[in-house]
């Protein structure tokens, strides 16, 4: 299958394309690929249009809008977060994605982003690490064992190397989970009774949890000199996992800082509250981890320039593995300025 020139015509890209897609090109190969893409994008931070992402909250979850554009292309994300949802057996996260070209407004791309985000939020995170985790670190904590774990585990042992996890979730039947999913993957996985104990000798912490409160993951006792925190499920307003000593402790790296301070760990911490970006580390222009004694956090929300990422590198698969639907999305009359025509003669070929 190849992508037809017609103007009604936008590739579609099913749960079930991309389940295939990322097989097809190898989980692994998936992961390190679209992690040099979000890297690339970082690289040129200043090209693109940037705003927090445009949330509407509830008493039960937030759904969100998250735009970006770099001037060639645009790209949105439509992302709902509602932790409630395992008790009625739904996902906690689904996202749909639209790419765009912006010299004539086209959608160029409709996809599912539910597994997709889950692969390009692993992604970032080890893309991250590599910049402000020790050298050689191997071992990593996982306090939360839900649906992004495998993901942040198998995207941590592709690009960074990591192969000792230490698994905790309040329930034992996550992790248990997760440990069956790894299995025969080149893990070395111990369960945990306690997120004091998992985090007990390890390089990498990382902290995946759902619920939309201000928790304590981890308390300030909990992380030792030199640690990497790799800080994933606050991403809202409210939400948090650290306790607030740990960042007074910390080299704080963030996204964009203007929606991190509403929605990242740093929403405990004052507006003026000095933090480092994480493409100027990446560019050169600051320094990431400068000792092996230094706590460094990457207090991940998640922006919408990795999920351009996301979409763009799906797109380049498109032409040669033929993992797309072709979607009837867009009016094209025959004449672009008689719309109202299009109607008159479906309504004859009907009669």
Request: hydrophobic fraction near 40%; charged fraction near 25%; aromatic fraction near 8%.
């Amino acid at each position: 299958m190849t992508i037809v020139p017609n103007l009604n015509i936008v590739p579609f890209v099913s749960v079930d394309h991309m389940m295939k897609l990322v097989l097809k090109i190898g989980i692994d190969t998936f992961l390190r690929e679209l992690a040099d893409v979000v890297e690339e994008d970082f690289l040129r931070w200043e090209s693109f249009d940037k705003t927090p992402r445009i949330a509407s909250h509830s008493t039960d979850g937030v759904i969100e809008l998250m735009p970006t554009s770099d001037g060639t292309l645009y790209g949105f994300k439509y992302v709902n977060g509602h932790p409630k949802n395992t008790r009625e057996g739904r996902q906690t996260v689904t996202a749909f994605g639209v790419l765009s070209d912006v010299g004539n407004g086209y959608p160029m791309l409709l996809t599912e982003m539910t597994i997709l985000t889950a692969l390009r939020t692993a992604a970032t995170s080890a893309v991250a690490a590599k910049h402000l985790a020790r050298k050689n670190a191997r071992t990593m904590a996982i306090i939360g064992n839900g649906a992004q774990s495998e993901f942040q585990a198998r995207a941590f042992k592709a690009i960074l190397g990591v192969d000792q996890l230490r698994l905790y979730d309040i329930d034992l039947s996550a992790s248990e989970k997760c440990r069956r999913n790894l299995a025969g993957q080149g893990f070395d996985i111990v369960i945990c009774q306690s997120a004091q104990d998992a985090v007990e000798g390890v390089d990498i912490i990382t902290t995946v949890t759902a619920d939309k409160q201000y928790a304590t993951i981890l308390s300030d006792n909990m992380v030792g000199p030199g640690v990497h925190i790799n800080a994933v499920g606050g991403d809202c307003p409210g939400k948090t996992e650290l306790h607030k000593d740990i960042l007074l402790r910390s080299d704080i790296f963030v996204e964009y800082p203007p929606q991190t301070r509403i929605e990242g760990e740093i929403q405990q911490l004052p507006e003026d509250y000095p933090v480092k970006e994480l493409w100027q580390v990446m560019t050169g222009a600051i320094e990431g981890r400068t000792s092996d004694r230094q706590i460094t956090l990457f207090d991940s929300v998640g922006f919408a320039t990795e999920d351009f990422s996301a979409l763009r590198y799906v797109r380049g698969k498109l032409h040669d593995t033929g993992l797309f639907a072709e979607l009837d999305l867009l009016a094209d009359p025959d004449d672009p300025r008689d719309l109202f025509g299009m109607l008159l003669r479906c309504e004859a070929s009907m009669a």
